[in-house]
């Protein structure tokens, strides 16, 4: 089966994030909304925040709630590229592009995609200080159209083979502990 590949941006819609100004105490004290950084966007599964605002601050500024199932991306500096997965309805900075999950693709196949994508679109990054991924860039990625069953086939075997993985780097981590713990005992 041939895929065709077409532009991200025909098919999802995209957002980024806003920054309420700090100095203006509504939009955030007692702020109950998730507002995520770009720093905590690298998570398969991102379930919280660390920080919140409020909704005087969606009111009233740039700053957006993404729905549940949305892939993140970090568009600017150190985290550009980093992707994550979120699972509860969230807001984000602007240094954060979320792509809204839709019918046409499951969102954790959409998440393997830009993971896998992460050098291709670091490598368009601009600026010297501070590299930035334009939301555009995002847009602009050319994804795979291919059936649902396909995805999810596609989504489990990844699945499947991250957490041999993870499986794998476990054992490392104790059979490395048990052999300091055998080397401390014989000194």
Request: hydrophobic fraction near 40%; glycine fraction near 6%.
């Amino acid at each position: 089966m041939s895929w065709t590949w077409e532009r991200l941006g025909d098919h999802c819609k995209t957002g980024a994030g806003g920054t309420p100004k700090k100095g203006i105490k509504e939009f955030y004290e007692g702020g109950d909304i998730p507002w995520l950084l770009s720093g905590e966007v690298a998570n398969r599964n991102i379930t919280e925040a660390k920080n919140c605002i409020t909704q005087y601050a969606i009111d009233h500024t740039s700053a957006k709630i993404y729905p549940s199932n949305s892939v993140l991306v970090a568009m600017y500096g150190a985290t550009a590229g980093e992707v994550g997965m979120l699972r509860f309805p969230a807001a984000s900075n602007q240094a954060v592009c979320a792509i809204h999950p839709n019918e046409n693709f499951v969102p954790d196949f959409l998440y393997y995609f830009f993971h896998s994508a992460k050098d291709k679109l670091v490598a368009q990054a601009v600026g010297n200080a501070q590299p930035n991924i334009s939301q555009a860039k995002i847009k602009d990625t050319p994804i795979p159209i291919i059936p649902l069953p396909e995805q999810e086939r596609i989504v489990a075997k990844l699945d499947t083979a991250f957490a041999a993985i993870d499986t794998a780097k476990a054992n490392t981590e104790r059979n490395l502990q048990n052999a300091k713990e055998l080397f401390q005992s014989k000194l």
